[in-house]
């Protein structure tokens, strides 16, 4: 476990109430399983504003017990100076003899987190502080989240920008080819820049599909309409997508699915799983290869698996497979296009499904994918 220390201001001109804090608090250690953390105080302590003021220009504190009525001034002028001078997360309990209503409201205003009335004991004031590490935790966790979402959203904009700008210098340099007469005056002579350049935008056109379909899986606004389809169904329309292909490399895809297998699903979610899975299937295939389609229902569970022929994934990028914009790099690959966020779009359509998705593989003999999800 994790030990650390935290500042702590006491402020309060009572010198027994000073002395008592102190006493309770510093040989406390709190333990918060949950945060992997062990938490106990470094206490400091002040009789007026004043010297609090003073303090905090010294130090860095991250809890205050500040008492109300203070000889120069009040706790809430106090709790003023802390949200205009202090920018370190901080958390502040006032104490007071009077608990009446009002006050409380004004300090929580300004931005106290707890409020304890004397006479206390030990315990209540344990208790408190407690309450406000526990809280303080979960803030720092919240602020560690934001700073990865923000560097998560980051990575995966400039991965796209850099997915983007790819096709698009390789159709400037194209266009360039033909702008500069480089290759003679005869359109003919044109021909491969202009298919290359007409590839490099179905890419693009693909990669914003891929996109739009992953932006409409995470954004929870979209209505998700749940029906009953055949599955079967959605294998001939997605066969119809890729048997050119498929006839290109002489790929036999053989199914098997009930032809009276309904289930309640959402359509375009079921048919970019299958798509992205026979699309890899196909793809990552050998010439004169298999991809074998399987479906079964087992109670609330519709087991998918799908399997090839093709050059198979090696055991350490398998763990890389599902994460967008990843793309194996080798010989077998390099002429395969993709723009890594078929199986990212997949393994979020599981996850609305509650399922599981495993693979098997083995380089040069084929890979097997096997998906469940839970059907209601
Ligand atoms: N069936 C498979 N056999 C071998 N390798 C595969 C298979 N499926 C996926 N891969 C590997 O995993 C990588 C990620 O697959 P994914 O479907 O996410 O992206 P992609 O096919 O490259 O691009 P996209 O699907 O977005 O067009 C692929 O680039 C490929 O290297
Ligand atoms: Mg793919």
Redesign the pocket.
Known sequence: MRERVFNLLVIDDENGIRAGITRVLENHRIKFIDFDTILSFKIYSAASLGDSEKIILQENFSFYIIDYLLPDGNGIQFLNLLNERVNNTYLAIMISAHGELPLVVNAAKCGAFDFIVKPFGPNEIRSAVYKAAEYFLLLERNKEFEADKKRIRYEFISILAHELKSPINAIESYLNIMEGHLQGELINNYQRPIVRSKTRIQEMR??IN?LLDLTKIESNCRERNIEEINLCEVMHNCLESYQPLAKQKNIRINYQIDEKLLINANRSEIEMLVN??I???V???KDNGTVDFTASIQGKKLNII?V?S????AKD?KN???L?F?????E??KN???????????KKIVDQYHGSIE?E?EVDR??K?FISLTIV
């Open positions: 693909k990669l891929d992205n899975l699309s890899n299937a793809k990552y295939n799908i090839d093709g050059i198979g994934i990028e890389k497979l599902f967008e990843s793309r194996i790099k080798n077998n690959t395969i296009s993709g723009s890594g966020l078929g199986l990212s779009i997949v693979v593989s084929g890979t994918f």
